[in-house]
Nanobody, 115 residues
Framework: VQLVESGGGLVQPGGSLRLSCAAS????????MNWYRQAPGKERELVAT????????NYADSVKGRFTISRDNTKKTVLLQMNSLKPEDTAVYYC?????????WGQGTQVTVSS
């Protein structure tokens, strides 16, 4: 299983970023996918989840209405569109899949929201 994130960077408050995660090594269309984040000195937290077919999503209260998770099963990618970014969204963002009862993680991509 391999997960590779991209799309992070530095953005001003109120700005937008789109994160992408390319997956390989498992039957992508059969598994729910997640985005997590970890800010300095804090525990890793679940940000958003999309079901295997993409028909259902779930979000942390802190990002509801601002972030959108989606997936493309033909391209084996999962996206996180982040709008109206706030300084408290600054963190390393990780793509995650629970495959055969084990969690797999990408290397993470840094998102910094600062003026």
């Amino acid at each position: 299983v391999q997960l590779v994130e991209s799309g992070g960077g530095l953005v001003q408050p109120g700005g937008s970023l789109r994160l992408s995660c390319a997956a390989s090594g498992f039957t992508f269309s059969s598994y729910a996918m997640n985005w997590y984040r970890q800010a300095p000195g804090k525990e890793r937290e679940l940000v958003a989840t999309v079901t295997s077919a993409g028909g259902s999503t779930n979000y942390a209260d802190s990002v509801k209405g601002r972030f959108t998770i989606s997936r493309d099963n033909t391209k084996k990618t999962v996206l996180l569109q982040m709008n109206s970014l706030k300084p408290e969204d600054t963190a390393v963002y990780y793509c995650n899949v629970r495959y055969r009862w084990r969690d797999y993680w990408g290397q993470g991509t840094q998102v910094t929201v600062s003026s």
